[in-house]
């Protein structure tokens, strides 16, 4: 209650946000069961200019609880507090309530720039990843 109470002090602004959480579009070596695991990742992305506020990738599951989770944690990271958040048809009944607490709306939408991103990581190499 109170982080949520703090949170409401932040200055409300026009900031539309676009946030998703995904399998990666590659895998990775899992050490411990010889097999390739694809990582969740979930990110927040400023609509409009595709500027990144927030990245993580996950090692743990894609469920409701992680997906409220990470974006509670990137929502009070931020100065301000957003207009509107345009989620996925699959994520928006599960942040409702998350959205209905904290006081933002949340847009079904396509992700558009979510998705350029996401295609810009299908290019780069997992070198990246590993520094």
Do not use: H
Not at 51 to 59: A, G, K, R, T
Not at 70 to 96: A, C, D, N, Y
């Amino acid at each position: 209650m109170f982080e949520k109470a703090k949170y409401k002090k932040k200055p409300k602004s026009a900031l539309q946000l676009e946030y998703d959480l995904f399998y990666m579009p590659f895998g990775v070596e899992s050490e411990l069961t010889s097999r390739t695991v694809y990582p969740i990742s979930s990110m927040l992305v400023e609509r409009g200019s595709n500027l990144v506020i927030e990245y993580e990738m996950l090692s743990m599951p894609k469920t409701a609880p992680i997906a409220q989770g990470v974006l509670w944690t990137f929502l009070q990271g931020l100065e301000v507090r957003p207009s509107k958040i345009f989620v996925s048809k699959e994520l928006r009944p599960i942040l409702q309530p998350l959205a209905k607490i904290v006081g933002v709306e949340l847009i079904e939408s396509e992700l558009p720039c979510i998705r350029e991103v996401r295609e810009f990581l299908k290019t780069m190499s997992m070198d990246l990843f590993e520094e």
